[in-house]
């Protein structure tokens, strides 16, 4: 059937007027980019606004509560439904941190035996960026500063474990001389310091009756060894005959020792020998020892012989008796 031209044209124009519909509302159905990415849709009552936002946002964002200026709390979707206020974090300034401060717990008195290693502690909280050191009083002589060590005497090292506030200082094979005050300072401004005493002791073994004592052959040599104090308890104490130990028997050589922070060692030896005479020494662990002379006489000699250098020959009883009553006869003549 042949189509007349004015049918042909409506048909077209209808086509067309479908056409602009359909792009229209494919228009309004795009991706809306919001502040947190892009959102999609068609607007609830399907009618773009001038800015092609919908009106419902538009309308909401005037108020702040949308992806307005302000940016910040809540805001609604394409849909025009509202979400949530996203959690927002302040920017806030780094307040001043609290200054260093020493334990007030912490020892000022260390006592350690000679020979021994002594250990300081300084236990300092809030250090942050500041350097910890040690410094001895007499001599303001640094000897740590931190994990480093100045000075040429390699008894002293840091003892600071990483991650603990506590900054010791170690000074081995301690001397008495090294009795003194040792400060921990800390490099804030002004200087704050911890002060701690240390002190190096020798205790000191002393025979009673020394230097010299003189017996009789056939009696009991008796030697009495006191330590009057000692910080630690002593692991032993000999006594020694010129160069060798003495060992007791338990019968003619007996030694008791009670050892404690004050020691007491006894040395008993009976029907004292010529052979018993010579120098006996007292020698406590880490103690300074002390030494007596023992002289063993033999039967008529005087002591005082041993002074002078030749023996002296003692009169027996017997032939004394003639000038006792010798003397007695002139005392009662005058």
């Given amino acids: 059937m042949a189509t007349s031209p004015f049918s042909l044209a409506t048909s077209i124009l209808l086509i067309s007027a479908i056409c602009s519909l359909i792009a229209g509302t494919s228009a309004v159905h795009r ?29 909401r964002s005037k108020n702040g509560e949308g992806d307005g200026s302000n940016g910040v709390g809540a805001g609604v979707d394409v849909y025009g439904r509202g979400r949530g206020a996203r959690h927002v974090i302040p920017f806030t300034t780094v307040g001043p941190t609290l200054p260093p401060v020493f334990e007030p717990n912490m020892t000022t008195n260390v006592s350690v035996l000679a020979a021994k290693t002594a250990v300081l502690s300084c236990v300092v909280h809030n250090l942050a960026e500041n350097s910890v050191s040690w410094i001895r009083h007499r001599d303001l ?73 003189h017996v009789g052959t056939g009696s009991s040599i008796n030697l009495t060894c006191i330590v009057s104090y000692s910080p630690e308890t002593p692991d032993f104490l000999h006594w020694y005959h010129k160069d060798q130990m003495v060992r007791a028997d338990g019968k003619r050589v007996r030694v008791v020792t009670q050892l404690g922070h004050r020691t007491i060692s006894q040395l008993l030896i009976r029907n004292a020998q010529f052979s018993d005479n010579g120098l006996y020494t007292c020698s406590p662990a880490n103690s300074k020892e002390d030494s007596i002379l023992v002289h063993v006489l033999r039967e008529g000699e005087y002591p005082a012989a041993m002074q002078g250098g030749s023996p002296v020959t003692c009169l027996s009883p017997a032939s004394l008796a003639p000038l006792i009553v010798t003397a007695m006869v002139i005392h009662a003549l005058l």
């Fill in 31 to 59: 991706w809306h980019r919001g502040r947190y990415g892009f959102q999609s849709g068609l607007p609830p009552n399907g009618q773009p606004n001038h800015n092609g936002h919908n009106s419902v946002i538009s309308s």
């Fill in 141 to 213: 002589h640094i000897i740590t500063v931190g994990h480093v060590t100045y000075t040429n005497d390699d008894r002293f090292e840091s003892g600071h474990v990483d991650g603990s506030g506590d900054w010791k200082l170690r000074l081995k094979y301690a001397q008495p001389h090294d009795t003194g005050l040792y400060d921990c300072q800390v490099s804030t401004k002004p200087l704050v310091s911890f002060t701690v005493q240390l002190n190096v002791i020798q205790p000191e073994a002393k025979v009673q009756r020394a230097p010299e004592m």
